[in-house]
């Protein structure tokens, strides 16, 4: 089959090759041809090394299609049924799953680096989470398979797997946003436009989206800001909407000390401080014990939006039919398979075209 190979961490293209195979499902797997893939920015951080990643393998990790063929110990799903794939799939069992954070499983997510998901010949590939989602099919642990009805189109349902999941999640989930509230936005790529439709949904009077890229400021005020400005305005707008306080929620999307320092610069006292973008492991920031005393700010990590990922699949498509959520207007393009390089291309320039891209495969 086609699939899009990373043969070396720090390599900027992927080589696309058609002689890559799956491995067999196990017991508790299922095969999954894959129809649609998002490009996430995630993927181009697993290709730099920002993001842990092992290689040779393939990349992607958004991605939506229909079972080819189920394990023996399978229950919940059978040949021909519609699914998004999850790169945290819960194994239901663990601490975290038992306390109601599956979105911290470790039990597959560690097993992803240890367990290869394709062959090249007699060379084992592993899949980027687990997944590898630039291929026409994946295996994966049977619960990271989430069944959607089959009227979803796979492009709009691949958006759900990652970067919908994520950025409504830090909002309804992480932060729990309250009606009325302000939000400042950090970033405003495919995962920050949907935190901005997540405060939207969660009632936020003020949402202000900032990004130095002008051309997306447009984009955000679509989705539901309020507001645009280029960081370098940001303290202006502050000062005029919420009377120089802060705001009550701010969204870093990005993952760069500088802003995430800044969401921390501009929150009010007492407000919270959501940290959605992926970082470098080496990446530092500074606070001051003084100010994380006196402020009384809640700086919280979202992971994944700390989605329940079997619950809030469901969710995020019920907001798209009651036209909450607009999931079609973030496809900015349509890709064809051998457009991933394209694709990846345009993400990593900031294109203002790039809300997300969407790779049609197979």
Avoid at 9 to 16: A, R, V
């Amino acid at each position: 089959m086609r699939a899009a190979v990373l043969n070396a961490i720090g390599d900027e293209t992927l080589d696309l090759r058609d002689d890559v195979t799956t491995v067999d499902p196990g017991p508790h797997e299922v095969r999954i041809r894959v129809r649609a893939s998002g490009i996430c920015h995630s993927d181009l951080s697993a290709m730099d090394g920002t993001l842990p990643a092992l290689a040779p393998g393939v990349v992607g990790h958004e991605g939506a299609g229909e079972v080819l063929e189920i394990g023996s110990g399978v229950e919940h799903l059978a040949p021909g049924d519609h699914v998004t794939v999850s790169f945290v799939p819960p194994c239901g069992n663990c601490p975290s799953c038992l306390r109601g954070e599956p979105n911290l499983c470790p039990v597959h997510a560690i097993a992803a680096f240890s367990t290869p998901r394709f062959r090249l010949g007699d060379q084992p590939l592993f899949g980027y989470a687990g997944l590898g989602t630039f291929a026409e099919e994946v295996v994966v642990p049977a619960p990271g398979a989430i069944k959607v009805d089959p009227d979803v189109p796979f492009e709009t349902a691949a958006l759900v797997a990652c970067g919908v999941l994520t950025g409504v999640g830090a909002v309804l989930n992480t932060a729990r946003v309250e009606p009325g509230s302000t939000v400042v936005v950090l970033g405003c790529g495919g995962v920050g436009i949907s935190v901005i439709q997540g405060a939207r949904l969660a009632g936020a009077s003020v949402i202000v989206a900032v990004d130095p890229v002008t051309g997306k400021h447009d984009i955000a005020k679509r989705f539901g800001a309020t507001h645009a400005t280029t960081p370098e305005g940001l303290e202006a707008v502050k000062q005029q909407v919420t009377s120089m306080e802060g705001f009550d929620y701010a969204f870093d999307v990005v993952g760069h000390p500088g802003t995430i320092r800044s969401a921390w610069d501009n929150a009010r006292r007492g407000g919270s401080v959501v940290i959605v973008g992926a970082g470098r492991g080496d990446a530092m920031v500074q606070f001051s014990a003084q100010e994380l005393f006196l402020h009384d700010k809640k700086i919280l990590g979202s992971f994944y939006g700390s989605a329940h990922v079997h619950r809030d699949t469901g969710r995020m498509l019920k907001f798209w039919r009651a036209g909450l959520l607009d999931l079609d207007g973030m496809i900015s393009k349509r890709l064809g398979f051998d457009d991933i390089n394209t694709g990846l291309g345009l993400l990593r320039e900031g294109s203002t075209d790039v809300i997300r891209q969407v790779v049609t495969i197979g």
